[in-house]
């Protein structure tokens, strides 16, 4: 009927990127995440830098590695080295500059 479907689905790439300034004018931090398309799947990358942190977040609430109650602020109660390393670990790649200006 004229469909091919034997073509690979084009890779997309997600690009994200944020800045922080901590309380106390402590350093910018500029945070730039790199996000592939999973071909296997067919998830775009958005979708995986929306779930893929939720369902971190919501693992270590259920391991209680963040056992603080109540609303929370992710920047000062979810573990950053773990939590990055978590995404690392699902292909999420991190790339962050600290600047003192």
């Known amino acids: 009927h004229g469909i091919n479907t034997s ?17 106390c004018l402590g ?3 500029t945070s730039e995440l790199v996000i592939e398309r999973d071909l ?8 995986l ?4 942190p939720a369902s971190i ?3 270590m609430l259920a391991r209680r590695e963040i056992a603080t109650p ?4 992710p920047l000062l109660h979810v573990p ?11 292909g999420i790649k991190v790339a962050e500059t ?3 200006d």
């Open 7 to 23: 073509r690979q689905k084009p890779k997309s790439v997600t690009y994200v990127s944020g800045t922080n300034r901590h309380l």
């Open 49 to 52: 830098g929306v779930g893929y």
């Open 27 to 29: 350093p910018l931090r």
């Open 98 to 100: 600290v600047s003192w």
């Open 80 to 90: 950053d080295g773990r939590f990055l390393d978590e995404l690392a670990r699902r």
């Open 70 to 73: 109540g609303l929370l602020n």
């Open 57 to 59: 977040v919501a693992q």
């Open 40 to 47: 296997a799947s067919g998830l775009f990358g958005m979708s």
